[in-house]
């Protein structure tokens, strides 16, 4: 049984740091992409980083981009996700997800992800 479990999120103050993580168990790690996307109430989700795990490729949502740094551990089979000058507009619960293949870049299309972690909330205070 394929899980991924999100970790790392709660509150923090504005311009402060978080880092997320993403354990996966019950696939081959580096065979996957992931990605991470966050959803805040009445927004739709939102894609916001990626890792080719194999290679290392990144991609970042503009949004992000300069603040989110995504890194691996593949002893640990998890990813990270450090998030720094957190701002109000980045609360929102945080997923992570898996999928496409380490010869194929899935980015943000969320539909082509085939595993998903249960959420982490992250709060941002003014």
């Known amino acids: 049984e394929v899980q991924l479990q999100a970790s790392g999120g709660g509150l923090v103050q504005e311009g402060g740091s978080l880092i997320l993580s993403c354990e996966a168990s019950g696939l081959i790690f580096d065979d996957y992409g992931f990605g991470w996307f966050r959803q805040s109430p009445g927004k739709g989700r939102e894609g916001i980083a990626y890792i080719n795990v194999y290679d290392g490729s990144t991609y970042y949502a503009e949004s992000v981009k300069g603040r989110f740094t995504l890194s691996s551990d593949k002893a640990k089979n998890t990813v990270y996700m450090r998030m720094n000058n957190l701002a109000p507009e980045d609360t929102a619960v945080y997923y992570c997800?898996?999928?496409?293949?380490?010869?194929?870049?899935?980015?943000?299309?969320?539909?082509?992800?085939?595993?998903w972690g249960q959420g982490t909330q992250v709060t941002v205070s003014s």
């Open positions: 997800a898996a999928g496409g293949d380490r010869d194929f870049d899935i980015g943000f299309e969320s539909d082509l992800y085939k595993y």
